[in-house]
């Protein structure tokens, strides 16, 4: 069964503290994998997609690694207004995705 | 530019009233989509749009729920006899060529 697994369910860092996101799937022929931002109260905001294992993209105190099994969403240096749901999407059709669950990152002052 | 838009933003509806959720996409954006989205739990696929053509409306919950996109541009999710497990909130988003899809700010409904 195709999945989206996303860890932790929750993370809490102080200000400055780098840390990492997981999603991790187990979908037959990706053809994409998405990371949005959700802010409470509001729709999920694109960061990045990645296509292939061995990509990597970048913005800000963000970057975005891809596997053939997971993706990891790495945080440096995180600052309080990085405090938000972190979604990975897995593209496993032309346009249909499956999502995770979210990783709630709250960064502390 | 503008984003995606939807309306209303918050709605309450007692149980088996029917309400209508409003999608205004990006403009030329060829793809929309509905999706649900339970608390703590990333959004869940309604229904997909290419220009006016329902291409796959495999994820409504039921017959209860009818999708239209009648000009290729505004959509509008229709729920009839709402009952108390549809409350979520309501996502629409939009893409110009299946890549990233843009979200709106969704539409919290409430069944009381």
């Known amino acids: 069964e195709d999945q989206v697994t996303q860890s932790p369910e929750a993370l809490r860092l102080q200000e400055g503290e780098s840390s990492s996101l997981n999603c991790s799937y187990t979908?037959?022929?990706?053809?994409?994998l998405f990371w949005y931002r959700q802010d409470p109260g509001k729709g999920p905001e694109f960061l990045f997609t990645?296509?292939?294992?061995?990509e990597e993209k970048e913005k800000e105190r963000l970057k975005a690694t891809l596997t053939k099994k997971e993706s990891f969403l790495h945080i440096t240096a995180p600052k309080p207004e990085d405090s938000a749901t972190y979604l990975c999407?897995?593209?496993?059709?032309?346009?249909?995705?499956?999502w995770g669950a979210g990783t709630k990152l709250i960064i502390k002052p | 530019g503008a984003g995606v838009s939807q309306s209303p933003r918050y709605k309450v509806a007692k149980r088996g009233q029917d309400v209508a959720l409003r999608c205004d996409p990006i403009?030329?954006?060829?793809?929309l989509f509905w999706y649900q989205q339970a608390l703590g739990q990333g959004p869940e696929f309604l229904t997909y749009?290419?220009?006016?053509?329902?291409?796959?409306k495999s994820g409504l919950p039921s017959d209860r729920f009818f999708a239209e996109r009648p000009e290729g541009s505004v959509s509008t999710l229709k729920i009839q006899r709402t009952q108390q497990e549809d409350s979520a909130v309501y996502l629409c988003?939009?893409?110009?060529?299946?890549?990233?899809?843009?979200f709106g700010p969704g539409t919290r409904l409430t069944v009381t």
């Open positions: 988003a939009s893409s110009l060529d299946l890549g990233e899809q843009y």
């Open positions: 403009s030329g954006h060829v793809s």
């Open positions: 749009f290419q220009n006016e053509a329902q291409l796959d």
């Open positions: 979908v037959s022929g990706l053809r994409g």
């Open positions: 990645l296509y292939s294992a061995g």
């Open positions: 999407a897995v593209k496993f059709s032309n346009y249909q995705l499956i």
